[in-house]
């Protein structure tokens, strides 16, 4: 069985396969025109013959890109009657509070595209107004006449009845059976208009550009005669198949990043970590996540493109907190002296001042070579040189001259303040969910990850980094080891106590049986998926919950202490305080459907014994580490030609060829069996 | 590792930090909350104080006009117990009104924060209790005559000492509220809070030193003052005026309310003086002391530093002229349950003082209310239901674009409307509409945003504050910009009748009576000559303007 990652990311393609029993990586530049050139051209380099291979996983930022520059379809949108203004409006917030040429989130579809029907909905999902049809077929003329590509459809209240919903999308369909139809309580069923409307809007909006994207790429895949399964990375960590990605493209706006850190959480499964934070350094961001007994913490919703101004989306993703802190994040002045790094970034062009091609802003990358971090020689597999004298006088200019700084001590500030801010978004996912970073130990991985990774879990205490095999592909890598996941909910509100038992397991099995079609639609072979229920709860008077896993619908409508002492528990761990005298309530139900890979390839490369290449010699170079006046003369050494058990002692630089590791004075990396970096940080 | 005081790289990461550890404080806060002034309205704010009682910093995104406030609560429990009188595991309370300035539900807690022995700070918040007692309930209430009449007031109580529970005051509490297990639940999540925040900054203190930490928040400080005299240096030196006026104080319905303020800039100095503002009134629209510097500030803040933290440097270059008595300085007993309603119309009335000084600074006039409702009473089964709703208006035009729809009052950030799914889950109403409301924005070069029309058919007999102003001096346009349309507000009886109503406290709702709101659009900007052509064809194709243009 040979298997295939391929990871578009904006600036790179990234290839991990298993083929025949080995790894094989690629890494070659993102065709942004043409992203399916960057799949064949990736494959080529890694001499991957299709025809031997019998899956292909990937992740692409096509999704995502399509939002970030409004590129999507002439999209529509269809409300119930007197809400045709609820995407307009939103939640009437301003993020950005003392802004007063503030922008609110700006609609994918404008108000001239959004029609009204008759029909409503109440809470309890009984019909108030029948829909009328004759609205609906006169609806599909203009959508015709309008040369409309997508349409939305969000009703009031369909996630507790989609009947109304259901039948409009039959009639769209009918009159015009290539328009791309979205229902929002196919994407999301809870409640929220606001939130449903604007998920529902997106997939709708990005709909047949990803839609025709995937299918140019199978198309491709079969051309050259690859007859295995496609499988598309998504948001919630999982995996699914293109059919489904097509339906549901709004699911694959994270499937770059995500998958990365699923990759972090087998192998600390695999390590036996309870307790782990994925940590991912590229070029223009770090993303931090919290990985527990192997496992990603997931959230229920999310904001694409900002926080103040950018579109909402309830659908599940893992808990990524993402900063604009990266290798290429620019180094700057304001004009009172203080010094910030980011979040602007010079990308892959014009790139790091060190690149030399013309710029003059100072980035990460360059005080990384300034202080002796990298090498210049060795850059990208050696593939880009590195100008020092040009990364030197950027930082001189920007920042050292400014503040009145030394070339070296500026350098070394600007990657402190970088490390500072990464250290913050590890502690998001750590402390502030109550976990305390000296029980965790890192894995750190992405070009640049390795480099400051020991530096970050030094400044929060996390006493051990674990640096994978391959970290500069490590996200193409965790795409061949993700499972297969979907994910349901279902709005039940009410009292623990005082549920209806008939209530409770209406809803799981009507999950259950979305849960099974679903599964049999992707060929799963049926009993190998698992089915998982959570439900959201709190306590009365709340609005935020906490999901917590539930065994058996019982435990909702009869006897439910276990599930009382389950929410207590995480409310206290969360919050630092529990009522455990309060009553509790349910608001939705959770289904996770995911089916884990039949194969271990990816696993076994990950623990199998470490074969190291032949010796190569050691170089020296002069590093900075603390005091920039002070540089240390440092040992310089090959990670591909270090054996099993050997202990490397800081100050040291471990190189490979697309990434670099940093061990500071004090701190000592042994390589393991399996050929991690495992480093113990003096605290 | 050693590091030099105040090294500009440990200021950037004291300056980081002690911003996230008030985020923390907030998440801990809001994510546990009981009332939606807290989880929705994010009406509160966390931070941590030093031994002078001054903010060192204060957490983003809770509401604009708690502004580095929270010193003054604290400096009244330093005043009563003295800097030796602290213990760990010790928690204050605190809302009394002549200190605070506020309405009695904005309720205080903080803890103290120790390093080893020593005292080095506080960890504070303030949030909205759904209610505090007092003869009425539900915000845009207009039926108190002092103080008293509005709650209960702790001032600067322990209600934990070295770390036990205060039963007496416990129990004091629970019984002088109307929702016990909201108000006594949001104290809980209050308390864990402050007690993460002082954890964190004791953290911190034992990583850096004392010393250096606070050589870095006074550095922090001073680059925040700093930003902020760059900004008014561009201001040209001068003393502006502006008035508008508020409608009535709820008793006296013929009687507008003057706000008069003066802005005088001079350097990188700023004077705002409320000497001719409109006397204290006899209804609770007055606010204390608090509630003047927090109009001035807010003006303040969005004029110099908007992206900047906020801490006690921003302020510096700031003074502001508060005689007593003034409806922004009322002197106790006054009722203060709607202290912060004047405070969207001083700030717009500021930055129209200095409009003529800087027109590319400044916007039109925005809705100029906060912007919301409440009903009130009984379900079936007997138990209590309160439905709160915070809603946006339109903001004015600006000097290179339109004004933003359907947004909230310049004193609410990142306050958010109730969905109208969970209002229907959760209350006996219908929302019959909730959209944009068409041709409510000021025309002008650069148009006013729109208002919102929000209609609720009420389901059960109850009760409803409602809580219009600024319906006699619209939202003002600028530079020959046009007013927006003004705050409405109809009752559709379901017997048929109809009646429109400004301001009402618990006026009775008959199952099928029908209220519809209609929040006011923003001022135009510039001409509405010079507005370009096909903007306003997209106006008209969009819907969102109706009437025939002008001639």
């Not at chain 1, 904006?10 to 396969?17: A, E, K, N």
């Not at chain 1, 894995?443 to 994978?468: N, Q, S």
Request: charged letters at 20%; glycine letters at 10%.
């Amino acid at each position: 069985m040979n298997i295939v990652g391929v990871d578009i990311g904006g600036t790179f393609t990234d290839l991990v396969g298993c083929v025949d029993g080995h790894i094989v990586t690629s890494k070659c530049s993102t065709v942004p025109a043409d992203p399916t050139r960057g799949v064949a051209e990736s494959l080529a380099l890694a001499h991957c013959e299709m025809p031997a291979l019998s899956e292909l996983l990937h992740g692409s930022t096509i999704a995502i890109n399509t939002v970030l520059e409004r590129k999507g379809a002439r999209t529509a949108l269809i409300t119930t009657r007197g809400f045709r203004d609820t995407y307009a409006i939103g939640r009437g917030n301003r993020i950005e509070a003392f802004n007063l040429f503030f922008h609110r989130p700006k609609p994918l579809i404008p108000r001239e595209l959004t029609f009204e029907v008759t029909e409503r909905m109440n809470a309890k999902g009984a019909v108030l107004k029948p829909l009328d049809e004759s609205e609906v077929q006169a609806l599909a003329k203009v959508v015709a006449a309008q040369n409309i590509e997508a349409v939305a459809v969000c009703f009031l209240h369909s996630y507790a009845n989609p009947a109304h919903e259901r039948r409009v999308g039959d009639i769209l369909r009918a009159a015009n059976p290539k328009l791309f139809v979205t229902l929002s309580h196919e994407i999301a069923r809870e409640y929220r208009e606001y939130e449903r409307t604007s998920t529902t809007a997106l997939n709708a909006f990005i709909g047949p550009r990803v839609q025709t994207y995937l299918g140019r790429l199978e198309h491709h895949l079969r051309d050259e005669r690859f007859t295995g399964k496609v499988n598309i990375m998504r948001s919630n960590g999982g995996v699914m198949s293109v059919r489904l990605a097509q339906e549901q493209p709004v699911s694959m706006m994270e499937s770059g990043p995500v998958a990365g850190i699923i990759g972090a959480g087998r192998l600390a499964a695999l390590m036996g970590i309870e307790c782990a934070i994925g940590f991912d350094m590229g070029g223009t961001t770090a993303k931090a996540s919290l990985i527990t007994k192997g496992v990603p913490a997931i959230e229920d919703g999310y904001v694409i493109g900002g926080e103040a101004s950018g579109q909402p989306m309830q659908i599940p993703v893992v808990d990524i907190v993402e900063i604009g802190a990266g290798g290429g994040s620019i180094a700057w002045c304001d004009p009172t002296g203080g010094i910030h790094v980011g979040p602007k970034s010079a990308g892959a062009d014009p790139g790091p001042a060190a690149y030399g091609k013309g710029s003059t802003d100072p980035v990460v990358t360059d005080a990384n070579l300034v202080l002796g971090r990298i090498n210049a020689g060795r850059f990208l597999n050696g593939a880009m040189k590195l100008d020092v004298k040009a990364a030197e006088r950027a930082i001189e200019m920007k920042v050292a001259g400014p503040t009145h700084l030394g070339v070296k001590e500026a350098a070394l500030g600007i990657v402190q303040i970088a490390d500072a801010a990464m250290s913050l978004a590890v502690r998001a996912v750590s402390v502030k969910k109550g976990v305390d970073p000296r029980e965790t130990a890192m894995i750190a991985f992405g070009g640049a990850g390795p480099l400051h990774a020991v530096a970050i879990a030094r400044e929060i205490f996390i006493p051990k980094v674990i640096v994978p095999k391959v970290p500069g592909t490590f996200s193409a890598l965790g795409m061949l080891m993700a499972s297969w996941r979907q994910d349901f909910v279902r709005t039940l509100y009410g009292l623990l106590g005082s549920l209806d038992g008939k209530q409770v397991d209406a809803v799981f099995a009507e999950l259950a049986e979305a849960g099974q079609a679903q599964v049999a639609r992707d060929g799963i072979a049926p009993g190998t998926a698992d089915f998982s229920y959570l439900a959201d709860l709190r306590y009365v008077g709340q609005e935020h919950t906490i999901a917590i896993p539930v065994r058996d619908p019982k435990l909702l409508s009869g006897d439910f202490a276990p599930l009382r002492e389950a929410f207590d528990a995480e409310h206290d761990q969360r919050y630092g305080q529990a009522a455990p005298d309060e009553r509790l309530e349910v608001v939705n139900v959770r289904l996770v459907v995911t089916a884990a890979r039949t194969d271990t390839l990816a696993e076994r490369w990950l623990s199998e014994k470490w074969t190291p290449e032949p010796p190569v010699a050691d170089e020296w170079r002069e590093v900075v580490f603390t005091d920039p006046a002070k540089p240390i003369h440092t040992r310089i050494v090959w990670r591909p030609s270090q054996a099993s058990g050997k202990r490397i002692e800081g100050p040291a630089v471990i190189e490979e060829p697309n990434a670099t590791t940093l061990i500071h004075p004090g701190d000592v990396a042994t390589v393991s069996d399996a050929g991690h970096l495992i480093i113990d940080v003096m605290l | 590792m050693t590091r030099n005081d105040a090294h500009p790289i440990t200021v950037e990461v004291v300056r980081n930090a002690i911003v996230a550890y008030a985020d923390e404080m907030a998440n801990a806060l809001s994510k546990a909350a009981y009332n939606m002034m807290i989880y929705e309205v994010r009406d509160y704010c966390c931070g941590l104080i030093d031994t002078k009682a001054r903010m060192i910093s204060q957490n983003r995104g809770g509401l604009p006009i708690f502004l580095a406030d929270l010193g003054v609560a604290v400096a009244d429990g330093i005043a009563r117990y003295g800097l030796k009188g602290f213990a760990p595991g010790d928690v204050i309370i605190m809302n009394q009104g002549e200190v605070c300035g506020q309405h009695l539900n904005n309720v205080v807690l903080y803890s103290p924060c120790f390093h080893r022995d020593e005292l080095v700070g506080f960890a504070a918040n303030r949030a909205h209790w759904v209610d505090i007692g007092g003869v009425r309930q539900g915000f845009g209430s207009y039926g108190s005559n002092d103080i008293y009449a509005e709650g209960i007031q702790m001032r600067s109580l322990k209600i934990y000492e070295a770390g036990k529970r205060n039963e007496t005051l416990w129990q004091i509490i629970r019984d002088n509220t109307r929702y016990p297990d909201s108000a006594l639940g949001d104290m809980r999540a209050q308390i864990a809070s402050c007690k993460l925040g002082a954890r964190r900054y004791a953290e911190l203190i034992a990583r850096y030193g004392r010393e250096t930490v606070e050589t870095c928040i006074a550095k922090v400080w001073d680059q925040a003052e700093a930003s902020a005299r760059a900004v008014i240096e561009k201001i040209p030196d001068g003393d502006y005026e502006a008035e508008s006026f508020l409608d009535n104080d709820g008793r006296t319905l013929d009687k507008p309310l003057r706000v008069k303020v003066k802005v005088n800039v001079r350097g990188s100095q700023m004077t705002v003086d409320f000497s001719e503002m409109n006397p204290q009134v006899p209804g609770p629209l007055n606010s204390g002391r608090g509630g003047g510097i927090a109009g001035a500030r807010v003006a303040f803040k969005a004029l110099t530093s908007p992206d900047l933290d906020v801490n006690e440097g921003c302020f510096r270059p700031l003074e502001v002229i508060l005689p007593e008595g003034t409806m922004l300085s009322a002197k106790p007993p006054s009722a203060l349950g709607l202290w912060s309603v004047a405070l969207p119309t001083v700030i717009d009335t500021i930055l129209k003082a200095l409009a003529p000084a800087v027109p590319h600074f400044i916007p039109a006039a925005h809705k100029g209310d906060m912007g919301g409702c409440s009903f009130f009473g009984f379900r079936d089964d007997g138990s209590r239901f309160l439905l709160m709703n915070i809603f946006g208006g339109g903001w004015g035009g600006r000097p290179d674009e339109d004004g933003e729809d359907a947004s909230v009052s310049v004193c609410q950030g990142d306050v958010r409307n109730t969905p109208v799914e969970l209002q229907e889950i959760k209350y006996p109403v219908l929302i019959e509409t909730h959209a944009l409301r068409p041709n409510s924005g000021g025309d002008g070069k650069h148009r006013g945003g729109l208002g919102v029309e929000l209609t609720y058919q009420l389901l059960q007999k109850c009760k409803a504050n409602i809580n219009l102003d600024r319906t006699l001096d619209p939202p003002w346009g600028l530079h020959g910009g046009e007013s927006g349309a003004v705050n409405e507000c109809i009752i559709a009886r379901a017997d048929g009748s109809e009646v429109a109503i400004k301001k009402a406290t618990e006026i009775d709702i008959a199952a099928g009576d029908k209220v519809t709101f209609l929040t006011a659009g923003g001022g135009g900007y510039g001409n509405p000559r010079e507005r370009a052509p096909e903007a306003s064809a997209q106006d008209v194709t969009a819907g969102v303007v109706t009437k025939q243009a002008k001639p």
